[in-house]
């Protein structure tokens, strides 16, 4: 049973260097030369199992934070802000999608060894766990204020995969009286199996979870949507310091400015024939 929030993930960039044609590439507003640390903690997990070969990959999701300019003194927040969250696995960041599942992948992964100085996956667990699936436990838990994970595992047999999903209970409602409960909760990491090359996924969905039973799942996927023109004046507007500020204002790329980060918001759902469980460890202090 992981201990998400005693879980995290560390990594120190490498030394910057100026963009040819961004004044503020990726936010940093340091000099060339330095090099940052970040630590940010997990709150979902997955595993995909090739069931043939009994190989399996980890992935985990980060948690997130609004675009910054790193490390500023002032004027902290990018605006028009969007949100940065990483997904990765023991070797590869992940790409998290903001398009339908129907639309088809457009980048790979990116080994963390080229694309970090160093890294550090730190992954804890809690001392003990009891397995729940039987409804009358999972109210008890609740009642306990025990502290509790979802699992979720569903099958591909097209590919002869098992994915199972480790996440959090941060929110669970219950009928004491007749036993019933429904978590609803998130966010969880989804792969994407058209991408996968039997060994690495290439590409993951963000989605929120919802289950009141042990053999059904459902899942709500993230996405990005295009702002109505109307509401673009003040969406789209920079606040002090501009992200896509250039070095030379009189010799812009082609294509400037790109688009600006776009809304995103929960839309497309998928129904699981699934196992799920609650685990559960006592919230001793």
């Known amino acids: 049973m992981i201990a998400f929030h005693r879980s995290s993930f560390h990594w120190r960039s490498w ?5 040819p044609v961004y004044k503020y590439t990726g936010g940093f507003v340091g000099v060339p030369g330095q090099a940052y ?4 903690h997990l709150e979902a997990a997955c595993i995909v199992e090739d069931l043939e070969t009994g190989r399996k990959t980890e992935m985990y999701l980060g948690a997130p ?11 902290l927040f990018q605006v028009p802000s969007d949100e940065w969250r990483m997904a990765f696995s023991r070797s590869m960041s992940i790409p998290i999608s903001r398009r339908p599942s129907t639309e088809p992948a457009g980048f790979k992964g990116t080994p963390l060894e080229k694309q ?26 609740t009642l306990n204020r025990d502290l ?12 002869n995969l098992k994915v199972t999903l480790e996440f959090p209970v941060d929110l669970i409602n219950i009928n004491e009286e007749d036993a019933e409960f429904q978590v609803c909760t998130g966010p969880v990491v989804l792969p994407d199996l058209e991408t996968w090359d039997g060994g690495e996924v290439h590409r993951v969905f963000l989605a929120d979870a919802a289950i009141s039973g042990f053999d059904h799942a459902e899942f709500i996927l993230r996405r990005e949507i295009e702002a109505a ?6 969406y789209e ?10 070095n030379d204002p009189e010799n812009p790329p082609p294509d400037y400015p790109p688009r600006r980060p776009r ?8 129904e699981k024939e699934s196992e799920n469980v609650i685990l559960r460890t006592k919230n001793e202090n």
């Open 237 to 246: 507007a920079p606040r002090g310091r501009d992200r896509l500020e250039l």
């Open 37 to 40: 640390q970040v630590r940010f």
């Open 148 to 159: 509790m994970n979802g699992r979720i595992a569903y099958g591909e047999r097209a590919r």
């Open 263 to 270: 809304p995103l918001v929960y839309n497309e759902t998928w």
């Open 116 to 141: 970090f100085q160093a890294h550090e996956i730190d992954i804890r667990q809690y001392g003990s766990e009891e397995i729940l699936s039987d409804t009358r436990d999972v109210v008890d838990a």
């Open 15 to 19: 030394p910057w260097k100026p963009d």
């Open 229 to 234: 023109e109307r509401e673009k004046h003040w």
């Open 65 to 75: 934070c609004r675009t910054e300019y790193t490390i500023a003194r002032r004027n």
